[in-house]
C-alpha cells in the first residue's frame, strides 16, 4: 500500500509541477497579450467616441480596417465550436477534479494511518499499566 500511495503522490506532484510551471509561462504570456489587446481596444473606442461626437473627422481607412477585423472574427456561435469548447474544458475540470480526489483519499488514507498508530500507542501504554 506504501508503494501505490508514492505513485499518486509522485502523480499529483507531476501534475502540479505542470500546471503551475509549464503552463504559468504561457499563462502570463497570453495575460500580458489581453493587457495589450485590452488597450489597443480601449484607443479604438476613444477614436470612435471622438468621430461620432464631431470632435475628430472620419478617417475612411481607418474604418475600412476595423472592418476586416471585424470580417475576420470567427463565428462563436456555431454549435459544433461551443461543443468543442465545452469537452475541453469538461476534460480539464476532469483532470484537476481526479487529482484533488486523489489528493483527499491519500489524506484520508493517511490519517486512518495515524489514528491506527495512535490507538496501538494508546493499547501499549495502557497495557504497560495494567501489567
Not at 502540479?16 to 509549464?22: A, E, K, L, Q, W
Not at 456561435?77 to 476532469?94: E, G, P, R, S
Amino acid at each position: 500500500m506504501v508503494g501505490l500511495n508514492r505513485i499518486f503522490e509522485t502523480f499529483i506532484l507531476a501534475i502540479d509541477y505542470n500546471m503551475s510551471h509549464g503552463k504559468l509561462a504561457k499563462v502570463t504570456g497570453k495575460l500580458a497579450a489581453l493587457k495589450g489587446l485590452d488597450a489597443q481596444l480601449k484607443e479604438i473606442r476613444g477614436y470612435l467616441d471622438l468621430v461620432i461626437d464631431g470632435k475628430l473627422p472620419l478617417n475612411h481607412e481607418i474604418l475600412y480596417h476595423l472592418q476586416d477585423v471585424f470580417k475576420l472574427l470567427p463565428n462563436l456561435n456555431v454549435a459544433d465550436l461551443i461543443k468543442a469548447f465545452a469537452v475541453k474544458t469538461n476534460y480539464q475540470m476532469l483532470v484537476i477534479y481526479l487529482s484533488s480526489l486523489i489528493r483527499s483519499v491519500i489524506a484520508l488514507h493517511n490519517l486512518i494511518n495515524n489514528k491506527i498508530i495512535d490507538n496501538k500507542g494508546v493499547l501499549k501504554t495502557k497495557l504497560k499499566e495494567i501489567l
